[in-house]
């Protein structure tokens, strides 16, 4: 029974410890996660080098997939992205056989009631597909791949918004002064 109450202890004094470092479940009410739901406006990415306008559009609808819609939220979230093509495979004939999409994205959420930033970054990632196949197979291989990358994308963007956010940066808070006895 000795050996339960330790176990006991253990997990109580974790849980005071993760409580004590401000920890905050991100979905949690008053979370940034619950804050954020629905309150972002997300504008077209500005597109630099990017060779389709469909990325544009695919990062916009995961960002308010996992953000929500909201044509007039209390925040608004700038983009700018930038894909680029790169050979990963060559054959001995100089025949490039597969491909990599990098995409990179900045970002800056902003709160429109006093133009306070209250999250910005750059997230980069990558896919890849095959140009060994057909014309047909090789296009749709080459789609696949950037509908998968503005997944990622979004998904990284989105785990830093709600990681990093401050929402209260700029704020005026009020400050209590108690007095002090003499």
Known sequence: MLWLNRGYMA????????A?????????????GSALYGAVTV????????????????????????LGRSAAGDYGLDLKL?????????????????????????YVLTRKSDGAIVASGDVENFT?????????????????????????LADQITTELLSTANLTAGQATAVQTVPVSE
Do not use: K, W
Request: proline share 3%.
């Open 82 to 106: 930038r894909t680029r093509s790169e050979g990963q495979a060559i054959t001995a004939d100089n025949e490039i056989t597969r491909y990599s999409i990098v995409g990179e994205a900045a």
């Open 43 to 66: 504008q077209a990415p500005e597109t630099l080098g990017a060779n389709e306008d469909s990325d544009a559009y695919f990062l916009v609808q995961n960002l308010e997939t996992r």
């Open 20 to 32: 004590a470092c401000g920890f905050t479940p991100v979905y949690a009410p008053g979370g940034t």
């Open 128 to 152: 890849g597909y095959s140009a060994t196949g057909t014309t047909v197979e090789t296009l749709a291989g080459e789609r696949d791949a950037h509908r998968r990358l503005m997944v990622i």
């Open 11 to 18: 997990a109580t004094a974790a849980a005071l410890l993760v």
